[in-house]
């Protein structure tokens, strides 16, 4: 395993910019975020396959270990799109694509179908899609998210321990998760606030590394720290990456 950062860490920089903020804190590796609001919007890059190619490939040499995909086209245009993702994930040799689930309420058939269908596009594409485990999506229940990767052929799980630690199901064991685990967000959190500062909160990451190797996981441990006012958002970048650095040594 290894240490990487994701761009949606620096929302109000562009992708350059972004990237060598990254430099500077000496991270090695980003997880680029292809967000309709984010640093690549699927819309624009569906139109211009070169446009969006090139802005992919516009990271100052960054390694990238994943693409997190937000679509907010409906209908078939959502399936374009989503494929034009994976053409360009081809092309710049990325394996992982995170997306979210849908908003709790949905109808779980009608999930099912739709990320059966993602999973089928990335794998013509040699994509792997991994869902996103998150609050207020179905996928916060982590029984649902063990159905979905049981039974929809090919799907991962994207793993942020913050959903879980703060939602309805925080007490849960999501061991018997780890082997789906395609990608994983990490940032400090309490029981009531999803980000504090390191050291703040009560994620066990240690246990989390052990956890994630014994399932055989040995990619990208990803930072994903949101920029909040009064607080040193390099410094938290800083300290987050020595710390892991120092649990994998």
């Known amino acids: 395993m290894f240490v990487a950062a994701s761009l949606e860490c620096f929302p109000h920089l562009g992708i350059r910019d972004a990237c060598q ?14 967000h309709e609001d984010g640093h690549v919007p699927p819309s624009k890059l569906h139109e211009d396959l070169a446009w969006g190619l090139h802005a992919c490939q516009d990271t100052l040499r960054l390694e990238i270990v994943g693409y997190s995909v937000d679509i907010h086209a409906t209908g078939e245009e959502y399936f374009a799109q989503f494929e034009s993702c994976c053409k360009v994930a081809k092309a710049t040799k990325i394996v992982t694509i995170s997306v979210p689930s849908s908003p709790l309420g949905t109808p779980f058939n009608e999930e099912v179908e739709r990320l059966q269908r993602l ?20 996928t916060e229940d982590p029984d649902t998210v063990k159905v979905m990767c049981e039974h929809i052929k090919g799907l991962g799980f994207s793993f942020d321990p913050s959903q879980y630690l703060c939602g309805p199901y925080s007490n849960r064991d999501l061991d018997h998760l780890m082997k789906y685990v395609f990608q994983v967000s990490l940032r400090d959190s309490t029981e009531k606030k999803i980000q504090v500062r390191i050291g703040q909160g009560v994620i ?44 994998l040594m």
Not at 21 to 34: C, F, G, H, M, T
Not at 222 to 241: I, K, Q, W, Y
Request: charged residues 25%; contains cysteine; hydrophobic residues 40%.
């Open 21 to 34: 903020k990254v430099i500077d804190l000496e991270y090695s590796a980003i997880e680029l975020d292809l």
């Open 119 to 138: 999973a089928d596009i990335g794998k013509t594409y040699g994509v792997r899609v991994a869902v996103k485990g998150m609050l207020g999506r179905l």
């Open 204 to 247: 066990d990451y240690g246990k989390l590394i052990h956890q994630l190797r014994r399932a055989g996981y040995s990619q990208a441990l990803c930072a994903h720290f949101a920029p909040v006012d009064g607080v040193d958002h390099d410094s938290e970048m800083r300290t987050f990456r020595m710390l892991i650095e120092s649990l």
